[in-house]
C-alpha cells in the first residue's frame, strides 16, 4: 500500500469522490513520482543533484561506477550499480525488467554512483496555510540491495552547517512544489568530500518516521490529519525541539541463508519485551500466517535513548529479547549490525554491510547451547509430569531402584546434543556433564531455571517438530 499512497491517479479519483485525500496533492505526487522530472525540479530550485543521463548510451559523461536506476517508483528496486562498460547492457534489461514488472514502468536513467556515501534524508511538513518546515534529518544509510533497514534520527555524520545546507535544500524542494502534508525529501552524501545531492521526495510518511517522533515528540500522523482537514501545522520552527537520539529496525521475515529471500510459515510465537523507550509497530501476533502476497516486514522497533549509543544498544537488546518462533527471521543479522564495533562508532556508509558482513544468525558459545538444552529438557520433564494421568507428584525419572539417568536427545543445527540427568531427593537435578539446576518456576510456555549458579528465565514454544527456547541472546 506505499506504492499506492504514491499513485497521483489513486489520488485524485478520491478526491473527485468527495473523500478527505490524506497526502498531498496529486500534482506534487505525479512529479514527484518520476524521478527524472523530479530531479529538473531541483535543478530548477538550485538543490544539487548528481550528474545523470537519460540516454541509456551515454555512461561516458558520468564515468564508472554509476547507478541503473529506475525512473518511477521506489523501495529499491529497478536499480543496479555498474562497474564498468561490459556489464552496463545485462544491468538495464535487469532494472528495466524489475521497474515493469514492479511499476509498470519500464524506463530507466544512468546516474554517477558514490560508493561512500550515507543516504540522509529530511521530513517536511506543509499545510494550506503557507506553513511549511521541517522536522530535522534522518539518516538511513544501512541498507542491502537499496532496502532500508536500519534508520536513525538524527545523522551523527554531519555538522551543523552541513545540516543548514541539508535542511534548507529540502525546504527549497517543498517550496518549489507548494507542498502540504507530510513528505521526505532524500538526499545522498558523500562521505568523503561532504557534498550531498538531491535524490527524490517521497510523498507519503514514510516506514521510518517514528525515530523523528521519538526525538521531537510530534506525532506526524496527527500532523497529517490536521493539515488534510484544513488546519494549521500545531508548531513552529522556532519551537521545534529535538531531544536524544533514536534508531529503528525492520524485522523481516525472510531467510538470511538464502540470500534473504521471504521466508513463510504460521507464526507460533511473538511476544515482544516490555522495555522502557523501545516502541514496537506490528501488524502480525500469535497464529498470523506470514504469506508471499505482502510486503515481508513484521515489524519496525524503535528505541529511543540519551545518546546514540544507549538507543543503539537498548535496541538490540530489545531484538534479543523478543520471543520469536515458527518462521525464519533476520532479527539476528539486525542484532549483530547494531553491535557491531563500526556501527556504534558511526561507521555507517551505505556500503556498511557489504564490507562488515555482520552475522547472519545467533552465536552461541557450546556452554550457552548446554544450558539452553538443559533448561528445555527440564521443562519437557516438568511438562511430562503434569500431563501424568496418575502419581503426578512423584519426581520426575523417579524409579523403586537403581536404574540409569533419565536422557532427552535434542538436535541444534545438525549436532545431536544428549542430555543426561538424574533428580535429587531435594529436588534439584543433577546432569552427565557435572551441572547442577533447579527450577523455581515452569509453565507450558516459560522455564525459570538456576543452572550453575546462574539463574535463567525463558520463553519456550514448542511446534510439531521443533522447540524454540529464550536465552539472553535470543531465540
Not at 521466508?263 to 500466517?289: M, Y
Not at 543479522?333 to 557489504?354: A, C, M, P, Y
Not at 527450577?439 to 549458579?453: C, L, M, Q, R
Request: glycine share 8%; with cysteine; charged share 25%.
Amino acid at each position: 500500500y506505499g506504492f499506492l499512497s504514491e499513485n497521483a491517479s489513486f489520488a485524485k479519483a478520491v478526491i473527485d469522490e468527495g473523500i478527505i485525500w490524506i497526502g498531498p496533492s496529486p500534482e506534487s505526487i505525479k512529479s514527484m513520482g518520476d524521478k527524472i522530472t523530479a530531479k529538473k525540479i531541483a535543478q530548477e530550485a538550485t538543490v544539487p543533484t548528481l550528474p545523470s543521463s537519460n540516454d541509456l548510451n551515454d555512461s561516458s559523461s558520468i564515468g564508472f561506477p554509476l547507478l541503473v536506476k529506475a525512473a518511477a517508483g521506489g523501495g529499491g528496486k529497478g536499480m543496479r550499480v555498474v562497474a564498468n562498460e561490459n556489464d552496463l547492457p545485462e544491468a538495464i534489461s535487469a532494472a528495466q525488467r524489475e521497474a515493469k514488472n514492479a511499476f509498470d514502468d519500464e524506463r530507466v536513467f544512468l546516474e554517477r554512483y558514490i560508493p561512500k556515501s550515507r543516504h540522509i534524508e529530511v521530513q517536511i511538513l506543509g499545510d494550506s496555510h503557507g506553513n511549511l518546515l521541517h522536522l530535522g534529518e534522518r539518516e538511513c544509510s544501512i541498507q542491502r540491495r537499496h532496502q532500508k533497514i536500519i534508520e536513525e534520527a538524527p545523522s551523527s555524520a554531519i555538522s551543523e552547517e552541513q545540516r543548514k545546507l541539508i535542511t534548507d535544500a529540502a525546504l527549497k524542494m517543498g517550496e518549489s512544489l507548494t507542498y502540504q502534508s507530510a513528505g521526505t525529501v532524500e538526499f545522498l552524501l558523500d562521505d568523503e568530500t561532504g557534498d550531498f545531492f538531491f535524490l527524490e521526495v517521497n510523498t507519503r510518511l514514510q516506514v521510518e518516521h517514528p525515530v523523528t517522533e521519538a526525538i521531537t515528540g510530534i506525532d506526524l500522523v496527527r500532523e497529517q490529519l490536521k493539515i488534510s482537514s484544513g488546519e494549521a501545522i500545531s508548531f513552529t520552527q522556532e519551537n521545534m525541539i529535538s531531544n536524544g537520539h533514536a534508531v529503528e529496525a525492520r524485522l523481516y521475515a525472510e531467510d538470511p541463508s538464502e540470500e534473504f529471500l521471504p521466508a513463510t510459515g504460521e507464526i507460533l510465537a511473538f511476544s515482544p519485551p516490555e522495555e522502557p523507550d523501545v516502541r514496537w509497530d506490528s501488524g502480525v501476533e500469535k497464529g498470523s500466517f506470514v504469506g508471499v502476497e505482502f510486503d515481508p516486514m513484521l515489524a519496525k522497533v524503535i528505541s529511543h535513548g540519551a545518546d546514540r549509543t544507549e538507543a543503539t544498544l537498548n535496541l538490540a537488546k530489545a531484538l534479543e529479547k523478543l520471543h520469536l518462533a515458527g518462521v525464519t527471521t533476520n532479527r539476528n543479522f539486525l542484532v549483530s549490525t547494531l553491535r557491531h564495533n563500526k556501527f556504534l562508532k558511526g561507521e555507517t556508509t551505505t556500503d556498511f554491510i557489504e564490507d562488515n558482513s555482520p552475522q547472519l544468525h545467533l552465536q552461541l558459545t557450546e556452554g550457552e547451547v548446554e544450558k539452553a538444552a538443559i533448561a528445555v529438557a527440564l521443562w519437557l520433564q516438568y511438562k511430562n509430569r503434569k500431563n501424568a494421568i496418575v502419581l503426578k507428584s512423584i519426581p520426575s525419572g523417579w524409579r523403586n531402584g537403581r536404574l540409569p539417568a533419565q536422557e532427552v536427545s535434542l538436535l541444534h543445527s545438525g549436532e545431536k546434543i544428549t542430555v543426561s540427568y538424574k533428580a535429587k531427593r531435594n529436588g534439584s537435578f543433577v546432569f552427565d556433564n557435572g551441572s547442577t539446576a533447579t527450577i523455581h518456576h515452569w509453565s507450558t510456555e516459560h522455564i525459570e531455571t538456576e543452572i550453575d549458579g546462574e539463574r535463567m528465565a525463558s520463553l519456550i514454544t514448542k511446534g510439531q517438530e521443533n522447540i524454540h527456547i529464550q536465552t539472553n541472546q535470543g531465540t
